[in-house]
């Protein structure tokens, strides 16, 4: 009995390392919307061409992303995963028992991170399209160093006396929703780091090309 229930728990766990598959799909908007997260935050100036044309990327791998939670595979759907407080406490009771279970998808902390990280997104998204309007036309000549770092030009909408107090309830929804996403960004990685050593999962490396 006693071999059999430890044979038991040790298919479990492989099970458990082996149950999470990232389609290339979910990898690209995963890993894309990272690089222009990072792209707008470190090397490119705020306000510049650059930074505006990396935020309508940025809308197209989100809404990528989210049609795919409705159309693409088992796993990437919002059906595998859907946000659930409850279980999450759940979940951080199984932690704390030292239970192991095993998820198809993210598990319900990481749903609720996945949703929270691409609400604020979609705020960063909207806030500045709303500030900066339509892309902006690239000048023959200008140089790279003015493409990335300077100022591309104000919308004509945020001009006049309600249009300015429009443009600074979008400017502070856009700067709360960024510092809120460098937190997100930081507990995510903190809790992928976590899950890892506890739980023995290829968590990181399953997200990488190639990766199961």
């Keep these: 009995f006693q071999r059999t229930t430890c044979r038991k728990r040790n298919l479990n766990m492989t099970d458990q390392t082996r149950t999470r598959r990232w389609d290339p799909l979910v990898k690209i908007t995963h890993w894309g919307i ?35 939670g409705v159309i693409g595979t088992r796993a990437a759907r919002f059906s595998a995963f859907p946000p659930s407080p409850g279980r999450a406490l759940a979940h951080i009771r199984a932690i704390r028992a030292g239970a192991h279970e095993a998820h198809v998808s993210h598990n319900p902390l990481g749903a609720l991170m996945a949703y929270a990280i691409w609400a604020c997104v979609s705020v960063i998204v909207a806030s500045g399209i709303a500030m900066a309007g339509a892309p902006p036309a690239i000048e023959p000549g200008t140089s790279a160093a003015q493409l990335m770092y300077g100022e591309a030009g104000e919308n004509e909408a945020g001009e006049g006396e309600e249009g300015g107090e429009a443009g600074e309830v979008f400017e502070e929804a856009h700067e709360v929703a960024v510092n809120l996403l460098y937190v997100l960004i930081l507990l995510h990685i903190g809790g992928v780091a976590f899950e890892t050593a506890r739980s023995g999962r290829r968590t990181i490396l399953a997200m990488l090309p190639g990766g199961k």
């Excluded at 490119?44 to 990327?57: D, F, L, P, Q, R």
């Design 34 to 68: 990272a690089a222009v997260v990072l792209w707008n935050a470190l090397i490119v100036g705020e306000g510049s061409a650059a930074h505006i044309y990396a935020g309508y990327v940025l809308a197209g791998l989100l809404a990528l992303r989210l049609l795919w």
